[in-house]
Every structure is written in C-alpha cells, then in structure tokens.
C-alpha cells in the first residue's frame, strides 16, 4: 500500500498536504469558530472564498510539479467532485429542517460530519484505485453503475420520507441510549448520575450515513478522470472540506437550482461510458472538462430563468 502511494507522488508531498488540511482545520475550528454561532452570509463567503482559492493554489503545484496532464486532472477531479456534492447541501437542509437543528448549531454538526467523511472517502479512494489497478475488468463494474446511477436520478421521482423516523435512526436509537431533550450543542448530556447521548450525535450519524451514500456515486466518477491516487484524494478531500462554508452560503438559495439535478445525472452517466469506453476511444481529460462545464452552466442558467413554479396553498 505504501509503495502504491509513494509511486503516486513522493512522500514531501502526501505530508505536506497533510500538514497544510490539519492547520487549516485547526485555524477553523481553533480560532475563528471556538463560540457556536450561526455564521454569517459574509462569513461563509469568505471561508468559501478561502478554500476554493487553497484548492486552485494546490492546483498549480500539481500543475507545476507533476505536468500539463496530472494539473488538468485534478482541475477536472475537483470540479467534478464540488459539482456532485453539491447534491449533499440539498440534503442537509432537508435534514436539519427535519430534525430542527438551529442554524447556530448546524455548523459544529457539519465540522465533524466532514472530519468523518474525509476518513471513511480515504479509505473508499484507496480501495478503490487499488481494485482497478489490479482488476481492469472493474472499470466496466463502475462505468455500468455511474449510467445506472445517472438514468435512474434523471427518471425517478423523488421522494420526501421522514428522515427523523427511517430505519436508521430507529436501530440507532434502539442501541444507543438517548436524551431527547438533549439538544444539539454536544454529543452527551449527563441525567441522574448517567450519561446519555443527544440528538446532535443522531443527526452527526444520519450525516454521516448519507455523505457515505454519495460517495458511493462519486468516487466512482472522479476514478473515470483519472486512477492516480494522489489526484483523486486530494482533489476530493479539497472539494469536500470547501462544503461546510459552502452550505452556510448557498442554504437559503437551494430551491433557486432545481434543475442542478438534472445536470448531476447527465455529468454521472457520462462519466460511466467514458469508463465503459476507455479501452477502445479515450476521451481527452480538457474534453471531459469543458462538457462537465458546459452542463453544470447551463443547468444554473436554466434555474435561474425558469424558476420552479410552486403551487399556491389553499
């Protein structure tokens, strides 16, 4: 496994990044977000601002250092990825809605639902790469999956469920013993001499379970870019750190890009045929690019000109 990651890119490199995520997590959570608080528009822009500009510096280091190929590679992996977890911030605000978590609260429950999906997409990443490096015919395996994937949220309706009364939340319920009147502000609550665990651990766990859901589509897709492991992580963990501070921007505007759908289904099913085809027609990495581009573009130009009509209450 070591040597794996080594021949992806020199060891200076993987702990370098390391050590730049670390001290940017604990300059967040540390030092600008010790107090809970809900965070301001102009807050969340800036920090959005902050690791989009990281991401785009990190970029160029992979471009200088390791080529024009690998430096569009990850450009692409980065925009697929930010596009597709989009998806997440819909959810989200479903989720917090439903559970009634106040905004002030919602930004901790995203910090360590984030720190949980770095771990659990690092391990999908690397059992990922490795299995198509050393299995060729699993590439058809996630090329068929990704159409699938696209089709069926391209026809499929959707369906509102009640996320606080799923089979999920009832079984950890079941194990766990829990505090309903806990709150969201810590993961324990101690009641009569006993310690109980509080709904902001349920919501974490939901998070958690459904952040793990998407990354069963989009690891997937960002591998139809590129099978460098250091590209694909990297890339991934630069889109999905961006998230939290994305969501606090974008939260009251959500219904605004009703059509994103849409595109996300024409960007997954694309990216499975061009794994499906690559033994027989590569299709050029600035290609991909600009098509994922072009549909993300068009999607939230046709949101915003054909606004979702909602039906008047009686």
């Given amino acids: 496994m070591l040597h794996a990651l080594l ?8 702990v370098g990044f390391h050590l730049l995520i670390f001290a940017m997590l604990a300059v967040d959570l540390g030092v600008f977000n010790r107090k809970i608080h809900a965070p301001s528009a102009r807050e969340a822009a800036t920090w959005s601002a902050v690791w989009i500009g ?3 510096v990190f970029n160029g280091v992979v471009w200088h250092y390791m080529g024009f190929q690998r430096g569009a590679e990850w450009f692409t992996s980065y925009i697929l990825e930010k596009s597709l977890s989009v998806d997440n911030l819909f959810v989200f605000v479903m989720l917090f809605g439903a559970f009634q978590v106040e905004i002030k609260n919602q930004h901790r429950i995203l910090y360590w639902g984030i720190l949980g999906a770095l771990i659990m997409r690092a391990i999908m990443i690397l059992a990922g790469t490795a299995l198509l490096n050393r299995f060729e015919w699993m590439m058809y395996v996630f090329g068929l999956f990704l159409v699938y994937t696209g089709i069926h949220m391209f026809v499929a309706e959707e369906k509102q469920g009640d996320p606080t009364d799923n089979r999920l939340v009832r079984f950890i319920k079941a194990i766990l013993p829990f505090d309903s009147e806990g709150g969201h502000q810590s993961f324990t609550v ?10 902001m651990l349920l919501v974490l766990l939901v998070v958690e379970a459904t952040d793990l859901v998407f990354a069963v589509d989009s690891i997937p897709a ?4 590129t099978r460098d492991t250091f590209t694909v992580y990297t890339s991934n963990i630069f889109a ?15 219904d605004r890009f009703h059509r994103l759908k849409t595109g996300l289904a024409v960007i997954l099913s694309f990216v499975g045929i061009k794994m499906c085809i690559a033994n027989w027609y590569h299709i050029p990495i600035l290609i991909s ?3 994922i581009a072009a549909v993300l573009s068009g999607c939230i130009v046709a949101s915003l000109a054909w606004p979702e009509e909602h039906p008047e209450e009686p």
């Fill in 289 to 291: 690019l600009l098509f």
């Fill in 7 to 14: 021949q992806s890119a020199p060891w200076w490199a993987w």
């Fill in 222 to 225: 960002v591998l139809a870019v």
């Fill in 54 to 56: 990281l991401a785009l």
């Fill in 190 to 199: 101690k009641r009569g001499g006993r310690r109980l665990f509080t709904p």
């Fill in 240 to 254: 999905i750190l961006g998230l939290r501070s994305l969501y606090f921007l974008l939260a009251k505007m959500m």
